[in-house]
């Protein structure tokens, strides 16, 4: 396992009590692990140290219609305790009176960087005022947003209002916010692709797909040729994989006989080389 310091863009802690049963329901079946995990403070700091991650994301969520509901004062407690190498991505849940307040609270509160949200595990549109009340709100706070506009494992989750070409209009309305999104759309990375192509504000990570070889692979060629790798980022998703493993698997991508090759340095760029500072305003 190489030692050299890396950006973790996607991970989690939470307690058991924070999951809801779907989640935690879901994660044993799909996986063998309880709600995806352990995903306490303690695990997770050892998680990081082990990869030798320099510096962490800590993504939460908060999802009414599954009973998930991560605190936002959870997530900065432990953002405080590693401020010199973490930041915070708050969330809150757009179909829920009072969000908007609830998010300036926590991001003056707390400092947080980002906050997170999903249209098909919380079901709204993103073009609904609901999820415009979120973006103005994140505009003025100057932080970014993290969509979760991607496949969905909950039975009620909502694959109507997930794909990836639903944000370019909310790309377009507000440039001056920079907008993530994460597990590169899987599995409509093309569209992704082609929304990170015209608006310069969207970056995607790459959390979960090193086991998934082909979208992995098919999501980076679509990356190269579009010119678009720099605004590609890492991300472990801790606790559905550890990024001691996940980086391995990241990395063999470029060992794949194909073709059309992806370079190992590109690989590599986009695991070493994403400061916080891409997304995170000063």
Known sequence: MTRRPFTDWHTHIYLPEHCGPVWTRRGLELVGKEAFGVATPEAHIQAMDEAGASHFAVVGLQIAMMGM????????TYLHAHKDRAIGVG???????????????AVKEWGLSGVKISPPYQGFHPHSEEAYAIYRT????????MFHQASVFAPDGHLEVASPSLIDKVAREFRGTKFLLAHFGKPWMNELVELMMKNPNVYADVSTLPIK???????LRLAIEGRVTGRLLYGSDFPSFTPRQDIEAFLAISDLKMPLPIPREVVEDILYNRPFELLVQK
Do not use: C, E, K, M
């Not at 809150?92 to 609270?105: F, K």
């Open 69 to 76: 509901h991560i605190p936002n004062d959870f997530i900065g």
């Open 91 to 105: 969330s809150v849940d757009p179909t829920q009176a009072g969000a908007p307040q609830r998010l300036r609270d």
């Open 138 to 145: 994140a505009a003025d706070l100057g932080i970014f947003v």
């Open 213 to 219: 070889t082909w979208q992995l692979y098919t999501g």
